[in-house]
């Protein structure tokens, strides 16, 4: 079967390799598409390379079909669709024991610190499969795991209908919140530099301001009547995109941060302080956000192929991250891996 490794130094390889046949416990998936996220992008400019054990194919965005069963495994049946919750835990550390598996101390994230999906056979174990309605197409359900992690943020952020929430950063995952968010009945606007996201977004009814060209200040205060929003999810993982999401905050309102950021950033506390703010972190997302996912892919709450800008066969992996990494008119990437060849 082909897959797509990462190599290294920043380089995407497409080559051979064996299919590994499920053992006990296990499930082969014939992958049909597999998303690029922005910690594929990391793990493409080396930021992992102490996780990733190269070469290895990476990617955890994913949906297909059982292709075979190892022993011991119920409830799964070949043929049917389904995606992968990429995440295994230890059980036994403070964060499991207290019912935080999601962010064990120990946690395996399948795709980064195993081989991932962008291959076009995966064996994976059984838990972390998850069957997907076959009304639900495969390309649409690519994006069951980015919508996942939109579920968790406005989770964590106790978003109640008729707030008003800012997403600083229109990326997939900044669109995908600001749908999840606006789904929940709160008033929603989006801050993004790049003209192409802002379009997305307004093309999906969201309204977005641009944070260089808008007097973001004047605008967020004329549309919270001078309150502020009640939450803000900073996405884009800049240090800009930080202050000014602390900035904007209501009294007493609530920042959860979205977007990795690697580097140590400059916070200032005493608006904390003095405004009674509240910081939450949300990483990756729980079985229920998962369900909760798919429920709004099939029913079109998420307008995935809004979202969906490029599709490159598996052949063309590399230049599908090149695509991603080099910006422009460009939202989610996937890649094909039914399709070889270009």
Request: charged share 20%; aromatic share 4%.
């Amino acid at each position: 079967m082909r897959s797509a490794l990462y190599a290294g130094n920043s380089t995407i390889v497409v080559e051979d390799r064996p299919a590994i046949p499920p053992g006990t416990g296990q499930v082969q998936i014939d992958v049909a598409y597999t998303g690029i996220c922005g910690t594929d992008l990391h793990i493409l400019h080396g930021a992992m390379d102490h996780r990733v054990q190269l070469p290895q194919p990476i990617g955890h965005e994913m949906s297909g079909r059982v292709a075979a069963l190892g022993p011991g495994v119920d409830g799964l049946r070949v043929g049917m669709p389904v995606t992968v919750m990429p995440l295994r835990w230890c059980g036994s550390c403070p964060a499991c024991l207290a019912g935080h598996q999601h962010i064990c101390h120990r946690l395996e994230f399948v795709g980064i610190d195993s081989p991932g999906a962008m291959q076009q056979q995966w064996t994976v174990p059984a838990e972390l499969v998850i069957p997907l309605p076959e009304d639900l197409s495969l390309l649409h359900a690519a994006l069951v795991e980015p919508t996942a992690v939109a579920v968790h943020d406005v989770r964590r952020a106790d978003l109640r209908r008729g707030e008003q929430a800012l997403v600083v950063g229109g990326g997939p995952v900044g669109i995908l919140i600001a749908r999840v968010a606006d789904a929940a009945g709160a008033e929603v606007v989006v801050l993004e530099v790049d003209p192409h996201r802002r379009a997305v977004a307004e093309k999906l009814g969201i309204r977005a301001l641009d944070p260089a060209l808008d007097d973001v200040a004047a605008e967020v205060d004329a549309w919270t009547a001078g309150a502020g929003p009640a939450v803000a999810f900073e996405v884009s993982g800049s240090a800009a995109g930080l202050t000014t999401a602390v900035d904007l905050l209501a009294t007493r309102g609530r920042l959860v941060v979205v977007g990795i950021h690697n580097q140590p950033r400059e916070l200032d506390v005493f608006r904390f302080f003095w405004r009674e703010l509240s910081l939450l972190g949300a990483r990756v997302y729980e079985r229920a956000d998962y369900e909760t996912a798919i429920d709004l892919l099939t029913d079109g709450t998420i307008p995935a192929r809004t979202l969906i800008t490029h599709v490159e066969p598996l052949a063309n992996a590399a230049a599908a991250f090149a695509a991603l990494d080099g910006g422009g008119s460009v939202m989610k990437v996937l890649i094909d891996c039914r399709e070889v060849t270009a």
